[in-house]
């Protein structure tokens, strides 16, 4: 069982920036992916960044060059820099912890994100 704890989230104007931290906690194995997800109201959940224990990052097309995934792989945590905000980053925020190894997924609660233009 892994546990997610979700934070950084809240309302900011556009242009404006904000961080996102989500610590793991539980049964970690060395092989897993973190990531953020988002949802939008009357959307559906979209990749945001992921970020693989080794490194290797992909984003969705539209924040690539205004947000930055990390992580730090010593305290189980990842994080994500998001610049140059803007009204349509609006949603709830989750992040997403992917074990590689036993093939099963965990998410945290989700924590807001608003940008007012």
């Known amino acids: 069982q892994v546990h997610l704890v979700e934070s950084g989230g ?4 556009a242009g404006g920036s904000l961080r996102l931290s989500c610590a793991a ?3 970690i194995f060395r092989l897993n992916r973190m990531g953020w997800y988002r949802q939008a109201p009357g959307k559906q959940r979209e990749l945001v960044a992921v970020i693989t224990s080794g490194g290797i990052t992909n984003y969705a097309d539209s924040v690539k060059g205004r947000f930055t995934i990390s992580r730090d792989n010593a305290k ?3 994080y994500l820099q998001m610049n140059s905000l ?14 590689l190894i036993l093939r099963h997924d965990y998410w945290g609660q989700g924590t807001q994100v608003t940008v007012s233009s």
């Open 10 to 13: 809240g309302l900011v104007q």
């Open 25 to 27: 906690s539980g049964s």
């Open 76 to 78: 189980n945590t990842v």
């Open 86 to 99: 803007k009204p349509e980053d609006t949603a709830v925020y989750y992040c997403k912890f992917e074990d």
